[in-house]
């Protein structure tokens, strides 16, 4: 018990240092929300560069790959294998919760754990690019949208609040439409793990809110 709070008191403390974010502060807080993260992620470490391409804070890839947004680089997908994250040193603007820290780390987790079928939740292809990245981004975003309604992380911003909802929106209604196309009954089974994204907002609004500043002249959020 007290590793587990002096894990959860630094990651939180770290995550309020500053904006640069270390391979060993993600790993506390991966093991602060989930001390079995090491059977789906091997490691942590820093991507070809110390700063973030654009739209992407941090992703999975597989044994000694580089950059998540290449295919061969790409995390692979099977009972019990396990993939690395990649990180950069910039993955969190300034002005972001402690809440937020936790949040994308644990985002990265249900990805990790989902593709070692660490889940019951079916880790599908559709043979499209664009609707597997909205299957399994609107998974992601409801796992850490109903952790937030539970208070897991911390108090988030209004705005970060706001961009959990935008995120999983955005995918959840990508998926549905490409299910509507292709098949409207194939949703009785999918929809079964993606539950509406209004219910989840009405959960999230009882949740606290922080108080945080606005950011520097030119900085967006």
């Not at 091997?42 to 000694?64: E, I």
């Not at 295919?71 to 690395?84: F, I, M, S, Y």
């Not at 509507?180 to 539950?195: E, T």
Request: hydrophobic residues 40%; proline residues 8%.
């Amino acid at each position: 018990m007290f590793c587990l709070a002096a894990a959860v008191c630094l990651c939180r403390g770290a995550g309020a240092a500053g904006p640069e974010v270390t391979p060993a502060q993600v790993e506390a807080m991966l093991a602060s929300l989930h001390p079995d993260y090491a059977l789906y992620i091997s490691g942590v470490r820093y991507g070809a560069t110390r700063l973030h391409p654009a739209a992407l804070y941090a992703g999975l890839v597989r044994a000694g790959g580089r950059d998540p947004r290449m295919p061969e680089d790409g995390p692979r997908t099977g009972r019990g294998v396990r993939n690395e994250l990649v990180i950069y040193a910039d993955m969190f603007e300034p002005w972001r919760t402690p809440g937020w820290r936790l949040l994308v780390t644990d985002h990265e987790y249900f990805h990790a754990r989902h593709l070692a079928r660490g889940f019951d939740i079916p880790v599908a292809g559709f043979d499209q690019m664009k609707t597997d990245t909205d299957y399994r981004e609107a998974l992601a975003w409801a796992w850490v949208a109903r952790r937030e309604a539970d208070n897991v992380y911390g108090p988030l911003s209004a705005a970060e609040r706001a961009e959990v909802a935008a995120r999983y929106r955005e995918h959840y209604d990508g998926f549905l439409a490409f299910v509507n196309r292709r098949q409207p009954s194939a949703w009785a089974h999918y929809g079964r793990f993606l539950p509406d994204p209004d219910s989840l907002v009405r959960r999230a609004a009882a949740a606290p809110i922080a108080e945080t500043p606005p950011p520097a002249d030119g900085a967006t959020r």
